[in-house]
């Protein structure tokens, strides 16, 4: 079974500034890894993904991530926060080729960007 | 418009009651589930259809029946409410099995058992 965490429940940031927020997971297959944000009040929308290829993985609203297959990682970067990025975001996995699909979230990241 | 609608968007309800949770896609995909996001965020799938068909049931009590009348529809069904179902319930699509797809989720529906 897979298995994601995401090491930081809250991560305050002034506006502006740059921000990651870390993820981990645990898999003894290969996986498919996802970033996900939920505005409040709202569903979830994609921000990127990685299945193959490149490791570093550009999305949405300037936010990119970058795989590491050694240290098991997909931390998303943003250079530059703005007001409208405050969120909770999730890292999230799912088994390529596995019988059935489902997506394994991980707990979540508040991040308040603070004027 | 919507891809992936749920209706209600909140739901208040007294313990023991049966309650119904609808969802709708139109995009077209084959894949549609149910998730459920606790008190602190969490996040967890309950059931997922592929073209009408169950293909995962968690660990969910039998009071929740999931029913897809065709591929657009997932309706999940709630038999006498407890306290601890109260979460907020995420339906999504994805097209076929979706290993590397986006899934589309809708907006929700907050479910309050009082």
């Known amino acids: 079974a897979q298995s994601v965490t995401q090491l930081d429940s809250q991560v305050p940031v002034f506006e502006e500034a740059p921000v990651e927020l870390r993820c981990n997971y645990s898999?003894?297959?290969?996986?498919?890894l996802f970033w996900y944000v939920q505005y409040p009040n709202q569903g979830l929308q994609l921000l990127l993904k990685?299945?193959?290829?490149?490791?570093l993985v550009k999305g949405i609203n300037g936010f990119e991530a970058e795989f590491n297959k050694s240290q098991t990682s997909f931390h998303l970067r943003k250079p530059s926060v703005h007001i409208s990025d405050t969120a909770e975001y999730f890292c999230a996995v799912s088994v390529p080729g596995a019988g059935s699909y489902q997506l394994t979230f991980g707990k979540g990241t508040k991040l308040s960007v603070i004027p | 418009d919507t891809a992936v609608s749920q209706t209600p968007k909140y739901l208040v309800t007294q313990m023991g009651n049966d309650k119904s949770i609808k969802c709708e896609q139109n995009l077209g995909h084959d894949t549609m589930y149910w998730y459920k996001q606790d008190s602190k965020k969490f996040l967890k799938i309950m059931f997922s259809y592929n073209n009408k068909e169950l293909i995962i049931n968690e660990t969910v009590p039998n009071r929740f029946s999931p029913k897809s009348p065709d591929k657009a529809h997932l309706n999940l069904h709630i038999n006498s409410l407890e306290l601890g179902d109260s979460a907020v319930y995420f339906c999504?699509?994805?097209?076929?099995?979706?290993?590397?797809?986006?899934?589309?989720f809708g907006q929700g529906t907050r479910l309050t058992v009082v």
């Open positions: 990685y299945l193959s290829g490149s490791t």
């Open positions: 999504a699509s994805s097209q076929d099995k979706g290993w590397g797809t986006e899934a589309f």
């Open positions: 898999s003894s297959v290969s996986v498919y």
